[in-house]
């Protein structure tokens, strides 16, 4: 297994799928599983049903993790960073 190499906190670019191009914060990251959450980024909805008899039923978004491998770190300039750019911990 390979190390993730994306933390919390950091801005990422993402580089495939439906929001290619985006820009986002990492909320939350997976390492055993390779994921990460990124703010903005694959926004799902949920749709609740009602708690109480004269409440309404809601519709929640929420973001749903990505694999890691879809996204790069970004610099403070907003320029991409390639692998070997990265900073060290």
Do not use: W
Request: with cysteine.
């Amino acid at each position: 297994m390979s190390k993730l190499l994306i933390k919390k906190g950091d801005t990422v670019v993402v580089l495939s799928g439906k929001d290619k191009g985006k820009t986002g914060k990492v909320t939350q990251a997976f390492p055993a599983l390779n994921r990460v959450v990124v703010e903005g980024i694959n926004v799902c909805k949920r749709h609740l049903r009602t708690r109480r008899s004269g409440d309404k039923g809601q519709v929640v978004e929420f973001f749903m993790p990505i694999h890691a491998s879809k996204v790069a770190l970004m610099d403070a300039a907003g320029k991409r960073l390639r692998h070997d750019d990265r900073p060290q911990a």
